[in-house]
């Protein structure tokens, strides 16, 4: 069989650091053809540091070459519905970054292009692709837990706003702060690893406190802060709370970029009648239970894993095969609705119904 072409949009840190490593890894399959980025010289550095491709500045080069199977979308938030829909009109295979889009309307325009096209349209909900992810979930589907009833997310971090000033904080471009950036994974593995289940309601409470005013702003650490703008916008929530009830289990969450407590917190505990467990974020877990009078604490390494060449994989084998992949929009959505919830929740003062 053929290699696979692929058009990589947007050379930023999640196609330098993730999707272009990982198509790498896997050239017996596929090959990049082009990188594209509005910044000429960032798909121009692709291009000479992969010793592949051609960089281009408008992704509607890669989309009208027939030869392209398959685009990765790693552009912000703002771009991922319109690139993600003209990429499916086009007869092109997709897998666009988390979230899926900035609200659920766009999330919901996205899924129906995709059903209208039978394209694939993955989204990189890609912690489901972790061996412990999967781990946990075996042991939840296999009932190992009993009844799973509470499900509660902690990912807390001190003083690490991404990029403060620029697109990670203007909602217009990126739909909102942690909850969407960070919360986005937790809700979705959580759903994924509990049977997903539907959200039935929402209250939430998102915070807007230690970014607003970004010239005063310490930080103990700043990813992507080759996009940081001193002199840009702060308007999203740096903080959020939430209790999500499903058909399943009850979620809370509790997420910080930046937060006055010097302590990191990344962990989801999966609270079961019969056990509990502790998964730690990309990472390994630790299994509670008793057994004959006796308190057992169970450790489970996870060791070399790589879930971004499993998620880059999987969306190849959808290109091929034309199979459904659990990172598929149908799935994604109904993380998009629980995050809309909790935004309108937070910004109406009550809960969602939905």
């Known amino acids: 069989m053929s290699k696979l072409k692929i058009a990589v949009i947007g050379c930023g840190n999640i196609a330098t650091a993730a999707h272009i490593p990982a198509y790498m890894k896997l050239r017996d399959r596929a090959e990049i053809k082009y990188f594209c980025d509005l910044v000429p010289e960032k798909a121009e550095r692709c291009v000479a540091n992969n010793g592949c491709g051609t960089a281009i500045t408008d992704y509607r080069t890669a989309l009208n070459d027939p030869e392209i199977d398959g685009v990765s979308v790693c552009v912000p938030n703002i771009s ?42 993955n989204i990189g909900v890609v912690t489901r692709f972790h061996k412990g992810v999967e781990s946990v979930r075996e042991k939840i589907q296999a009932g190992e837990l009993g009844e799973v009833y509470h499900v509660y997310a902690a990912f807390r971090e ?39 289940p539907d959200p039935t309601s929402v209250s939430a409470a998102t915070f807007c406190k230690l970014g607003r005013d970004i010239p005063a702003y310490e930080y103990r650490s700043m990813w992507s802060r080759e996009t940081a703008d001193m002199n840009g916008t702060y308007d999203v929530d740096d903080s ?40 730690n974020y990309c990472g390994g877990y630790t299994m509670y239970y008793s057994k004959n009078g006796e308190f057992i604490k169970e450790p489970h390494e996870i060791t070399g894993d790589d879930m971004f060449k499993n998620e880059i994989s999987d969306f190849l084998d959808c290109i091929e095969t034309g199979k459904t992949s659990r990172a598929h929009i149908d799935n994604a959505v ?3 609705m629980i995050l809309q919830g909790a935004y309108d929740s937070s910004e109406q003062k009550k809960e969602i119904v939905f």
Not at 95 to 109: D, G, N, Q, V
Not at 244 to 260: D, E, H, K, S
């Open 80 to 121: 991922h519905k319109m690139i993600s829909i003209d990429a499916l009109n086009a007869g092109k295979h997709v897998l666009c970054e988390k979230p899926a889009a900035r609200t659920y309307e766009e999330a919901l325009e996205m899924q129906q292009v995709q059903h209208r096209t039978g394209k694939t349209l």
């Open 158 to 196: 001190y003083r690490s706003i991404p990029g403060i000033g620029g697109p990670f904080t203007t909602k217009a471009l990126s739909g909102g702060g942690t909850l969407i950036d960070w919360g986005v994974h937790r809700i979705d593995q959580i759903l994924y690893m509990t049977g997903d």
């Open 240 to 279: 959020c709370t939430a209790i999500v009830r499903t058909t399943g289990p009850v979620i809370t969450l509790m997420g910080a970029w930046a937060q006055n407590i010097d302590e990191i917190e990344q962990h989801v505990d999966f609270m079961g009648t019969k056990a509990g467990i502790r998964l």
């Open 334 to 336: 109904r993380t998009s």
